[in-house]
């Protein structure tokens, strides 16, 4: 046991890699299946880039949908009017979600607390609202903007199946990978210290603000990248990627996880979808009940989600204290 | 936690099985991916190995449509046990070919999905339905955005989509699939049925005030209401669209008694409906005295579980459309509801029905085709004709996968005059499928090919 | 001229609603510190508990009797669950509040169904008011729902007398001074700490009266909830966390604006949305938000 730890702690990346790269080998023996594997390698890294915002700086967001929104509809507009070849639909869905968040984070982040919260969900709210009504003429309103007939294709290889869902395990894996690389650098310890003391963060001389909206809007670059994937994936984008509820799944995922450590709203992703599509079928109508009471479980007893759960089974398995912190 | 470190142990006896069973391990990775072990014959879940057959249903069991849901599922439930023991409505279709002992030899099962009211969640269920259950057939839905968005889905993976409650034009309009089937009515038909009855009733001096749910379902619906009411000589005042889900709908109700309209037409389908109903009622509209008329509410989809919501002191009187009614006397109708009743104690609703028809109108076509393969399937679907559901002699239309048949015009009851807890509308009149008939052409939207790409 | 005394009135009567949630909202939040997200599910379940103890035994029985279970279910709550949260960081308060509105939610649909449960309103409520026989300046026939009309003045009378509690008496001096310094209170002698579980049990005491009035407008449903939190949870906010004029004067506000955009779609969809992301850019702490509160 010490020895598995000991090997996570030296190559978390590594072991991130063999982990989410054999699942095709592993997740079907507890009743999972590729379309699943794809979709939960989505969220993850929608979530990964999630906590950049919230687990760094401690700005919960109640707008992610927002950049997810927004960039898988760029992209479903893209395979509709332009072509089914994934990478210059991809480039300007990001590019659209990038410049949504930099509005809207540089509007929202001057404030703090439930006051940022509230703003934005209340864009969010906005932005969903119009895609249904106003904009339904583009977004295909509430029967969400089909593409019939279409598979996207990268270069001419065509995304789906297994092809797909590697390619979207590369996407997440390099996304884990530079969020340690945020996350160990001088920029990722200023966000952290904008979440311990912001005030005396500002007392130094540092521009916060340029700090804080850097984390916003590198959080929603993961955000587009996901939608951009999630059209990619299945071509089909509903008006639900820009309701509260998908910025509200998010925020569980991330509680569940684990705030703050990177690997935790991954595996808070991956519990919540394969608690919805795997272990709610023997639940029957009850899932949700079930999954609520769960939640409210983790709030209450594990604030520190899953990963901290982890570290008490460790502790109690071993005896002792795990030494420190993860990096 | 317990459930965390029961994990972590399988996780470590796999590890082990795993090295010893790398052979049998690559084996199974391209199952995982079935798209890809396409021969060249297979389409979707076809070939079907073993001797069972499996059907995905996929119902709302949460969110604002999870009653609907129930029943649906109980339908669905009940077809599976007469596909593979006989009984109800396999003694009074006909032409059928159903044997009562399965499909095809081999027996019916079926897996559950929950759509959660959600398009995005009723893709997702679907798909582990379809690439991990092997379902050779989808059907469910109770929203029409959500079973268009299941159909481009069972179309992309060569599944058969049998479409339940879906009203929407779209579904078999501009958003028609070859691989998707609806056997519910739609917002045209209803347009086409309700007009001429309205007009009989109401009179042809009529100025209408439509508010519409603000979603595909809804524009369609008014669309349909108003040509076909102004076709009867009607004017139509204003169409307000109202948001879906919205609690309150008093300022829409406002604009209405401003305005000279002594018709209100509420294109709202469930608790929408239920709500701008109970509340235009509550704002005196059945009692008001426009332009020397009383004031009418016209609610153009009926239902009986809408009704049961509403109330019966509501709904008294209010004329509206519905695709089937548990209190039809023909011998397909009779059929159903008895052996409904004697599994669950109540009669169904018209999501049952159609959902129930749907399933057996599926199983007769592959033992029509003597086959499951979807093509085969799809063709003996098209321009069947058939008689013993409960709705007279219905074609599945070959153009746009729609059926047509008489469409029912009901009233809500008076408390006085219902029988009992479900008796809640009465039948007043039946527009014959003829004049219902529509030219395919008129919504757009392409079928596509019979072998999904 | 009845249009606009119409659009008005409709206004105030939309307003009445929000403002009785946001009222206890705002009041939970400004003396105990929590955001409870589960504010809308004790009004879902006021309204349940309304419609059938109504439906056995009469309006008037569940009139008095729902604001009871509901104090009681308030403090229950508070002490078993929410005082936990009080030194646990606002994050932390909503998503645990969060959680319990999606169990409250699910469990009153496994009890009582998906559908909604019609609400019978008392007979000495139903019906219309021929506002023109009082209202000389109103030309011709102009009616109104009685129960709307009830609504309106139940809603103000409960922010008046809050007010009056506050204000006069005193708890409402405790509660006050608690709000600013709980500390200091404790180190007086005063059992701080009750007079917040019974603060908790006041605001669930304003959540059944919505229920009592509210449910028969809105109908009765396990998603209502939700459905009203975030209005009402933008009203707050608007108004300025913890600042009950704040809250009367947000869920006035969204309450017009809503009454007069119903014609234009487009707009009246995005509205409250849109009056809150402005009023927030350009007033920080909402309408009459204090400062340092939430930030």
Same mark, same amino acid.
């Given at each position: 046991m010490e020895y598995v730890v000991s090997i996570l702690k030296k190559f978390p990346l590594t072991v991130f890699a063999l982990v989410i790269l054999t699942m095709p080998f592993w997740f079907p023996w507890i009743g999972g299946y590729g379309g699943l594997a794809t979709k939960i390698m989505i969220w993850a890294l929608f979530a990964l880039g999630f906590d950049i915002l919230l687990g760094f700086t401690g700005y919960l967001s109640f707008g992610h949908a927002i950049f997810f929104g927004v960039s898988a509809y760029a992209t479903g507009l893209m395979f509709k009017h332009f072509s089914d070849e994934i990478i210059p639909a991809m480039i300007v869905a990001v590019i659209v979600g990038t410049l949504a968040s930099v509005i809207i984070g540089y509007l929202t982040l001057k404030k703090s607390g439930i006051y940022f919260s509230i703003l934005t969900l209340a864009f969010g709210e906005m932005l969903h609202s119009s895609a249904l009504s106003t904009f339904g003429g583009f977004t +295909?309103?509430?029967? +969400?903007?089909t593409l019939p007939d279409m598979i996207p294709s990268m270069l001419g290889i065509e995304m789906r199946g297994e092809v797909m869902f590697y390619m979207t395990a590369a996407v997440l894996i390099l996304g884990y990978y530079i969020a340690r690389r945020i996350s160990d650098s001088p920029f990722g310890l200023i966000l952290k210290a904008i979440k311990s003391n912001q005030e005396r963060l500002e007392y130094t001389g540092i521009d916060v603000q340029k700090y804080k909206l850097g984390a916003f809007v590198i959080s929603a670059i993961y955000a587009s990248v996901a939608g951009s994937l999630m059209v990619v994936y299945e071509p089909y984008v509903g008006t639900e990627y820009l309701r509260w509820s998908t910025s509200g799944n998010l925020v569980l995922m991330s509680v569940m996880g684990g705030v703050g450590t990177l690997i935790g709203p991954i595996i808070g992703a991956a519990f919540m979808l394969y608690f919805e599509n795997v272990l709610s079928v023997p639940l029957g109508e009850e899932w949700l009940l079930v999954l609520g009471l769960i939640f409210m479980a983790i709030v209450i007893f594990l604030p520190g989600g899953f990963t901290d759960g982890f570290k008490l089974i460790y502790k109690k398995l071993i005896g002792k204290k795990p030494d420190g912190e993860e990096k | 936690m317990a459930k965390k470190s029961d994990i972590s142990k399988t996780i470590s006896r796999r590890s082990i099985l795993k090295a010893g069973a790398l052979g049998s391990v690559a084996m199974s990775a391209p199952m995982f991916y079935a798209k890809n072990a396409w021969a060249e014959s297979a389409i979707g879940n076809y070939p079907i190995e073993g001797d069972t057959v499996m059907l995905g249903f996929n119902v709302p069991q949460t969110g604002a449509y999870a009653d609907e849901g129930a029943d649906e599922l109980r339908a669905y439930k009940l077809a599976v046990t007469h596909l593979n023991n006989g009984g109800g409505m396999l003694d009074t279709f006909k032409p059928s070919k159903l044997t009562g002992s399965g499909i095809l030899g081999k027996k019916v099962d079926y897996v559950v999905g929950d759509t959660q009211t959600k398009a995005d969640a009723a893709r997702t269920s679907a798909r582990r339905m379809i690439?991990?259950?092997? %379902? %050779?057939m989808l059907t469910g839905g109770s929203s029409s955005g959500i079973a268009i968005a299941q159909q481009y889905l069972a179309s992309e993976m060569g599944i058969i989509f049998m479409a339940g409650l879906t009203h929407s034009n779209d579904t078999t309009g501009k958003d028609k699939r070859r691989y998707g089937f609806r056997h519910f009515f739609n917002a045209e038909m209803t347009g086409i049925a309700l007009s001429p009855i309205l007009a009989e009733t109401y009179g042809k001096e009529r100025r209408a005030f439509h508010l519409t749910a603000d979603y595909s379902w809804g524009h369609t619906q008014y669309d349909a209401m108003k040509r076909g009411t102004e076709a009867q000589g009607w004017t139509t005042v204003n169409n307000l669209m109202t948001p879906v889900g919205a609690p309150d709908f008093s300022q829409y109700l406002t604009e209405v008694l401003s305005s000279d309209a002594d018709i209100l037409v509420l294109n709202h389908y469930g608790k929408d409906m239920v709500n701008s109903l109970s509340q235009a009622v509550e704002f005196g509209m059945r009692e008001l005295q426009k332009n020397g008329k009383t004031m009418e509410i016209v609610v153009p989809l009926f239902s009986r579980l809408m009704a049961q919501g509403a109330g019966s002191s509501k709904i008294q009187g209010v004329l509206g459309t519905t695709n089937w009614n548990w209190s039809l006397q023909d011998e397909g109708s009779q059929a159903f509801v008895k052996a409904f009743e004697a599994e669950y104690g109540f009669p169904p609703s018209m999501a049952a029905h159609t959902c129930y028809c749907q399933t057996l109108l599926y199983a007769n076509a592959c033992e029509v085709a003597g086959t499951f393969y979807p093509p085969e399937v799809i063709k003996a679907l098209e321009g069947f004709e058939f008689d013993g559901m409960g709705n007279g002699k219905t074609l599945y239309r070959a153009e746009d996968h729609q059926c047509f048949k008489d469409i029912l015009v009901v009233k809500g009851k008076s408390p006085a005059d219902k029988t009992g807890e479900f008796d809640l509308l009465e039948l007043v009149g039946t527009t014959p499928r003829e004049t219902v008939t529509y030219d395919a052409s008129i919504f757009g939207g392409e079928l596509g090919p019979y072998e999904p790409a | 001229m009845n249009y606009l005394f119409l659009q008005v009135l409709t206004g105030l009567q939309i307003s009445a609603l929000y403002m009785l949630i946001a009222l206890g909202l705002t009041l939970i939040f400004g003396t105990l510190g929590v955001v409870n997200f589960a504010h809308g599910a004790l009004f879902m379940l006021g309204a349940y508990f309304a419609v059938v103890i109504s439906d056995a035994f009469g309006f008037s029985v569940a009139l008095v009797s729902v604001p009871i279970l509901l104090f009681i279910v308030g403090i229950i709550l508070e002490r078993g669950l929410i005082r936990f949260f009080y030194e646990r960081s606002h994050t932390d308060q909503i998503l645990v509040t969060f959680g319990l509105a999606i169990v409250i939610g699910e469990v009153l649909k496994t009890i009582y169904g998906a559908n909604n449960l019609p609400f019978a309103k008392p007979s000495w409520g139903s019906g219309i008011v021929k506002l023109h026989e009082y209202l000389?300046?109103?030309?011709g026939f102009v009616a109104y729902p009685k129960w709307r009309l009830i609504l309106v003045v139940v809603s103000f009378s409960t922010v008046a007398a809050l007010f009056l509690l506050l204000q006069f008496t005193r708890f409402g001096l405790i509660v006050r001074a608690g709000m600013r310094d709980s500390q200091m209170l404790a180190f007086l002698g005063v059992n701080i700490t009750r007079r917040f579980t019974i603060v908790f049990g006041i605001g669930a005491v304003i959540a059944a009266i919505a229920g009592l009035f509210g449910g028969p407008i809105t109908q009765v449903e396990p998603e209502l909830g939700m459905k009203l939190l975030i209005p009402s949870f933008l009203v707050v906010v608007v108004g300025g966390m913890g600042s009950l004029p704040g809250a009367v004067l947000a869920s006035l506000l969204f309450g017009m604006a809503l009454s007069f955009t119903a014609k234009y779609a487009e707009i009246q969809q995005i509205i409250i949305y849109l009056l809150a992301v402005v009023i927030l850019l350009v007033r920080p702490r909402g309408l009459m938000g204090k400062k340092g509160l939430m930030e």
């Open positions: +295909g309103g509430e029967n +969400g903007l | 690439e991990r259950d092997k %379902i %050779i | 000389p300046f109103l030309e």
